[in-house]
């Protein structure tokens, strides 16, 4: 086969690498440009809004890859898996045989679930990550009478509030939902919003100001939410699988692992779930949603420096160990010197961000301009919204790294908002906002003035007073 050469090559359509084909289009229209991509479909960003400088909102899509020609009409759409990556000849190798020589490349491979202990014994335990997967995980629903989910983060959260007509048994780690994003304040007001929303539409605002000690003890929240969430579109693949009046039932099980998982034919169930705790549970399957790894599923002639969860570490311009080759997304693993109030999450938001800086980078590689990394990286956002609520969270918004020596404030107005501000020696280091709170763009330019806001502690989360005004 014929040698394809390239200026610029992207390994991967997630968002990651679709952000990176997108915005080389608009940097560098004029030269070649190739994406190799394992799915017809790839995933693209659309109805971007800004709430302050770096706290972004945007939906994801899913998009014939096609679709991209109409950004940069020289784009090389190759529709295969990258196999072998030759870095001193800069020569990618395709499974069906294509070589594409390159001078820059991308690699956004993204992750693949992290599969609970014996997954490899039972074609029941599934893990949530493509189309596919959702395919067969709705498979599954319709035959199931009892599943067991097993993850604390976004997905397991949605697929419970998502599914209805089976039995479900949540299996946690944690004391309390939901932990990867929020914290057992916002899980209670999430589930107390639940149960509250027809009957107590109108209730008071509390302020509470807490100094954190070595005492604390996190507190466990009642274990009998019922309700179905609204999240982004897969989930609703989901709904309306089976009839709401079948069996409802959900139990959380806190603070537990899964033992073992083993097929069994002479039960009622074809699968018996051991928890950590000593406790047998007989399910017809297990979704296993704790979390992906990154996906460096090619071999290279030089085994690039990787993170330890096995993603290629890459410095503050997203470019890995070995020159010329960048990555961004769930597949890379920052390794550069972070701000103080940003950590990587593997999330659309942080896949869409090195996605650009990585182009961005590329670009300055290929036309010799020094570039500086992007301002995005000073601080940790997410925009998501969590069971009908828009969830804004910042910085170090569960005062992760903090240790105990922090201090938390808190307005929580029952079914309306509910608002953490996370501070350390009068300085703002985080924040939890949710719903329509209004006060993104305060908390943004707190953290990142680190103004020292001790003179206002008490009046900072007032509702009566007009806490811009300070700041004017
Ligand atoms: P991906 O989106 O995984 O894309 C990687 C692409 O590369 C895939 O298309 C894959 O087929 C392709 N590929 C892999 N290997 C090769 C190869 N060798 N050659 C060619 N192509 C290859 N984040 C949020 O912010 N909000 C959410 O609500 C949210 N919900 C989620 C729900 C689920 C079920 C999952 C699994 C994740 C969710 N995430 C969410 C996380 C988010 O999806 C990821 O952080 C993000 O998609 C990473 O983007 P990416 O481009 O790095 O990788």
């Given at each position: 086969m014929p040698?394809i050469e390239?200026?610029?090559?992207?390994v991967?359509?997630?968002?990651?690498?679709?952000t990176?084909?997108?915005t080389?289009?608009?940097l560098?229209p004029?030269e070649?440009?190739?994406?190799?991509?394992a799915s017809?479909?790839?995933k693209?960003?659309?109805?971007?809004s800004?709430f302050?400088?770096t706290?972004?909102?945007?939906d994801v899509n899913?998009?014939?890859?096609s679709?991209?020609?109409?950004?940069h009409?020289?784009?090389k759409?190759?529709?295969?898996s990258?196999k072998?990556?030759?870095?001193?000849?800069?020569i990618?190798?395709t499974?069906?045989?294509?070589?594409?020589k390159?001078k820059?490349m991308c690699i956004?491979t993204g992750?693949?679930?992290?599969l609970?202990?014996d997954?490899?014994?039972?074609?029941?335990?599934?893990?949530?990550?493509?189309?596919?997967?959702?395919?067969?995980?709705?498979?599954?629903?319709?035959?199931?009478r009892r599943?067991v989910?097993?993850?604390n983060?976004?997905i397991?959260s949605?697929?419970?509030?998502a599914?209805?007509?089976?039995?479900?048994?949540w299996v946690?780690r944690?004391?309390y939902i939901?932990?990867?994003?929020?914290d057992p304040g916002?899980?209670e007001?999430?589930q107390?919003?639940?149960k509250?929303?027809?009957s107590?539409?109108?209730?008071k605002?509390?302020i509470?100001r807490?100094?954190?000690?070595e005492?604390?003890?996190?507190?466990?929240l009642?274990?009998d939410?019922?309700?179905?969430a609204?999240?982004?579109?897969?989930?609703?693949?989901?709904?309306?699988?089976?009839?709401d009046?079948?069996?409802?039932?959900l139990?959380?099980v806190?603070?537990?692992?899964?033992?073992?998982?083993e097929e069994?034919?002479?039960?009622?169930?074809?699968?018996?779930?051991?928890?950590s705790?000593g406790?047998?549970?007989e399910c017809?399957f297990?979704v296993?949603a704790?979390?992906v790894?990154p996906?460096v599923n090619?071999s290279?002639d030089?085994?690039?420096?990787?993170?330890p969860e096995g993603?290629?570490?890459v410095?503050?311009?997203?470019?890995?160990?070995?020159?010329?080759i960048?990555?961004?997304g769930d597949?890379a693993?920052?390794?550069?010197?972070h701000?103080?109030?940003w950590?990587?999450?593997r999330?659309w938001t942080q896949?869409?961000?090195?996605?650009?800086?990585?182009?961005k980078?590329m670009?300055?590689?290929?036309?010799?301009?020094?570039?500086?990394?992007?301002?995005c990286?000073e601080l940790?956002?997410?925009?998501?919204?969590?069971?009908?609520?828009?969830?804004i969270?910042?910085g170090?918004?569960n005062?992760?790294?903090l240790?105990n020596?922090y201090e938390i404030l808190?307005?929580m107005t029952?079914n309306?908002?509910y608002?953490?501000?996370?501070?350390?020696n009068?300085?703002?280091q985080g924040?939890?906002l949710?719903?329509?709170?209004?006060?993104e763009?305060m908390?943004?330019n707190?953290?990142?003035?680190?103004?020292?806001?001790t003179?206002?502690v008490d009046?900072?989360l007032?509702p009566?007073?007009d806490i811009?005004d300070?700041?004017d």
């Amino acid at each position: 086969m014929p040698v394809i050469e390239v200026t610029y090559l992207v390994v991967g359509g997630g968002i990651a690498g679709v952000t990176c084909v997108e915005t080389l289009a608009i940097l560098h229209p004029e030269e070649t440009l190739a994406i190799i991509t394992a799915s017809s479909l790839v995933k693209n960003v659309s109805n971007v809004s800004f709430f302050a400088k770096t706290i972004v909102k945007f939906d994801v899509n899913e998009t014939e890859a096609s679709s991209l020609m109409r950004i940069h009409p020289n784009l090389k759409i190759i529709f295969d898996s990258l196999k072998h990556v030759d870095t001193h000849n800069q020569i990618a190798y395709t499974y069906a045989g294509d070589e594409i020589k390159y001078k820059v490349m991308c690699i956004c491979t993204g992750g693949v679930p992290k599969l609970i202990r014996d997954s490899d014994k039972s074609k029941r335990i599934l893990g949530i990550r493509d189309t596919e997967s959702v395919k067969e995980f709705q498979e599954k629903l319709r035959m199931g009478r009892r599943m067991v989910v097993v993850g604390n983060g976004g997905i397991a959260s949605e697929i419970v509030h998502a599914t209805s007509g089976i039995q479900k048994v949540w299996v946690i780690r944690d004391d309390y939902i939901s932990a990867t994003f929020i914290d057992p304040g916002a899980a209670e007001f999430f589930q107390n919003t639940f149960k509250n929303r027809e009957s107590q539409p109108n209730q008071k605002t509390v302020i509470r100001r807490h100094v954190f000690t070595e005492e604390d003890q996190v507190v466990s929240l009642n274990k009998d939410l019922k309700s179905a969430a609204l999240g982004p579109d897969w989930y609703r693949k989901l709904e309306g699988i089976k009839d709401d009046k079948g069996v409802q039932e959900l139990e959380i099980v806190y603070k537990v692992e899964i033992s073992s998982v083993e097929e069994k034919s002479d039960k009622e169930f074809p699968l018996e779930v051991v928890l950590s705790n000593g406790r047998t549970i007989e399910c017809d399957f297990v979704v296993s949603a704790t979390g992906v790894e990154p996906a460096v599923n090619f071999s290279l002639d030089e085994e690039p420096v990787k993170g330890p969860e096995g993603g290629l570490a890459v410095n503050e311009f997203q470019e890995t160990s070995i020159r010329n080759i960048f990555a961004a997304g769930d597949v890379a693993h920052a390794a550069w010197e972070h701000a103080p109030h940003w950590f990587q999450l593997r999330l659309w938001t942080q896949a869409r961000q090195m996605g650009g800086m990585a182009a961005k980078a590329m670009h300055g590689r290929v036309v010799n301009e020094e570039v500086l990394q992007d301002f995005c990286f000073e601080l940790f956002t997410h925009c998501t919204t969590l069971f009908g609520y828009q969830v804004i969270l910042l910085g170090k918004y569960n005062a992760q790294g903090l240790g105990n020596d922090y201090e938390i404030l808190l307005r929580m107005t029952p079914n309306h908002e509910y608002i953490k501000l996370v501070l350390q020696n009068g300085k703002l280091q985080g924040a939890i906002l949710i719903g329509e709170t209004d006060l993104e763009e305060m908390c943004e330019n707190l953290i990142l003035d680190q103004l020292d806001l001790t003179p206002l502690v008490d009046d900072i989360l007032n509702p009566d007073i007009d806490i811009d005004d300070y700041f004017d």
